[in-house]
């Protein structure tokens, strides 16, 4: 059976890399199954490591995460406009964000039907093009402040290439810096303020605020100019279940477009497709390097692996939905060895159980 396996303690390294360079505190990001690390078990691993204050865009991840924390917040980034998702971050007593003037409308509504005073958190849009107010409309934001059933602790951005273009990250810092100015001068605290993503961390100087929002760094995956101490983390692994051996001429999987050149052993590893194996490239964002690599992949004609007892073994025939073959010609490999493969915990099915070892 194929499992996602994850190394605790070079996760916890991760983190304690990450609160060095950050040098203020960290919301951790666990959106995405944790970024497919396991939401339960991801965040499980960043609150023993003493993170407080934790962040989500569904608000059905809201259930789960209570049931494993204590007195930490949970911040929603999604300004929603949906009475049904206010009211279950309202009743639940999380953060919420406010990104326009009608979701801060719904916000109070709902919040002073439950008898409640909601937390919030001003969103500004400095050219993500999603939530939040432009900066043109602070007169509008500062509006929300006005609430009676909100209490706005705090106020963010989000960096739209903070990987690749550094002089448009720092004018969004500006944007937003500017922005949070004339609220505080209009009478209002901002409250703790956060812009910095896991891309802006490590690749972007001066652009930590109050707090870092914090998720794919953890996992060692993230786009960076230059070398890191981070571990890349997560594999997908299965034992062997069958091996075998066929001749020269044999076809092997779908279509029959892989045919044997010699006599060839094979090992059939159970996963596929449906496991995330195959899918698509490990890379968590697009970029030029990307486009390139990609490029020059092909031109090499480079196949796709599987490690077996420390070596690689080259995938043969078309990947199935469950079961892969691996031609092991020459090894030792047997049935119940371990075979894994790096590929990202995002494309990881999250049916498949995450292992922490």
Do not use: W
């Not at 899918?279 to 486009?291: A, F, W």
């Not at 691996?326 to 494309?347: E, N, Q």
């Amino acid at each position: 059976m194929s499992r996602y396996v994850i190394e605790k303690s070079k996760l916890i390294e991760n983190i304690e890399i990450l609160k060095e360079k950050a040098g203020v505190p960290l919301i951790g990001v666990v959106k995405g199954n944790g970024y497919g690390f396991g939401i339960k078990e991801f965040t499980a691993v960043l609150k023993e490591c003493g993170i407080k204050t934790f962040a989500v865009t569904e608000v059905t991840d809201i259930p789960i995460l209570k049931e494993i924390l204590d007195d930490e917040d949970i911040l929603v980034m999604r300004s929603t406009c949906i009475e049904d998702e206010a009211k279950m971050i309202a009743e639940n007593g999380c953060i919420a964000t406010i990104g326009s003037s009608e979701a801060c409308k719904v916000m109070n509504e709902v919040s002073a039907n439950l008898g409640v005073k909601t937390k919030c958190h001003l969103k500004i849009d400095t050219g993500m093009g999603r939530y939040g107010f432009m900066p043109s409309e602070v007169s509008k934001a500062i509006e929300c402040y006005k609430a009676e059933n909100l209490e706005f602790v705090g106020a963010y951005t989000h960096f739209s290439d903070a990987f690749g273009n550094t002089e448009l990250t720092k004018a969004q810092l500006v944007l937003f810096k500017d922005t949070m100015k004339q609220i505080e001068n209009a009478g209002f605290n901002a409250g703790t303020l956060h812009c910095a993503n896991s891309p802006a961390l490590l690749n972007v100087e001066d652009v930590c605020l109050d707090s870092v929002r914090l998720g794919s760094a953890f996992t060692g995956r993230v786009i960076t100019r230059s070398k890191t101490k981070l571990n890349r983390l997560g594999s997908l692994e299965a034992e062997v279940i069958e091996t075998k051996t066929v001749p020269a001429g044999y076809s092997i999987g779908y279509m029959g477009t892989f045919k044997t050149k010699r006599e060839t052993k094979i090992a059939i590893v159970p996963f596929g497709h449906y496991d995330g194996f195959g899918l698509t490239t490990d890379k968590e964002e697009i970029s030029l390097h990307y486009v390139l690599s990609i490029f020059k992949q092909f031109l090499q004609k480079k196949r796709t692996h599987v490690r077996i007892n420390g070596r690689m073994f080259r995938v043969i025939g078309k990947i199935g939905l469950s079961h892969t073959a691996v031609d092991i010609t020459g090894s030792d490999v047997k049935v119940g060895d371990i075979a894994s493969a790096d590929i990202s915990p995002l494309l990881v099915n999250p049916r498949i159980e995450r292992i922490y070892k």
